[in-house]
């Protein structure tokens, strides 16, 4: 049985609460830079809405790019960055631009692939009736593609939570530097193994949530 100190206890609820800070607003910013990458990987592809070839290899080159790179050596190149927007490298608010960094290019996959899934005969059927590309994206593309985006969010928040827990490493905050700092380095098999269990739970919370919004999107669309 795992006996905890009250001290250790409000050190991982604080912990926890830093990690779900950080996969919020990391997932986020992600969409905010991420969603209109996706859309203009879709729109200016060969074949699609508007075709833009030198744009849409540019934007195909950066993201295949930043997608490669492991997210530790990632947060490494960026600390140069995150020291001039935040003013330190480590910590919550200096992990989040990493993890944004990070997520960002992930997030404009999912977002491409899910649009890309959407029956080109509806996209053809909204031409015909003269909608413009700005429409076609908005009530078409997205609007159709919708419980595919919901099932892309909650893959993007379990894969920004699993990096969350690997910034510990190099001092992001959360639950990972209390697995690092105190689990490992230390050795407090409590610890770690407590920090093990409540990231499990977050994971589980977030599939859950994702399931069952995808789900009632997903009878809505039926009906």
């Not at 604080?14 to 607003?25: C, F």
């Not at 920090?195 to 997903?218: C, E, F, H, P, W």
Request: net charge positive; hydrophobic share 50%.
């Amino acid at each position: 049985m795992i006996m905890l100190s009250s001290k250790e206890i409000l050190m991982l609820l604080e912990a926890t609460g830093t990690s779900i800070y950080m996969t919020l607003v990391s997932t986020l910013m992600a969409y905010v830079i991420g969603l209109p990458v996706g859309v203009l990987l879709v729109v200016c592809a060969p074949g699609g809405l508007k075709p833009k070839k030198a744009l849409y290899k540019i934007l195909d080159i950066i993201v295949n790019i930043t997608r490669s790179i492991p997210f530790l050596i990632l947060m490494i190149l960026a600390t140069p960055l995150v020291r001039l927007i935040v003013g330190k490298s480590y910590g919550a608010n200096a992990t989040i631009i990493s993890l944004t960094l990070a997520a960002a290019p992930f997030v404009a996959r999912l977002v491409e692939s899910s649009l890309l899934e959407v029956d080109k005969g509806v996209i053809e059927a909204a031409q015909s009736m003269g909608a413009g590309v700005w429409q076609i994206v908005t009530r078409v593309l997205i609007g159709e593609a919708r419980v595919s985006l919901i099932v892309g969010s909650t893959i993007a928040l379990g894969t920004v939570l699993g990096y969350t827990a690997m910034s510990g490493a190099i001092g992001g905050g959360g639950l990972g530097d209390i697995a690092i700092r105190y689990g490992y380095s230390r050795w407090v098999p409590s610890l770690l193994i407590t920090t093990v269990v409540l990231l499990v739970i977050l994971m589980q919370i977030i599939q859950a949530v994702g399931n069952r919004l995808s789900r009632k999107l997903d009878k809505r669309q039926s009906n």
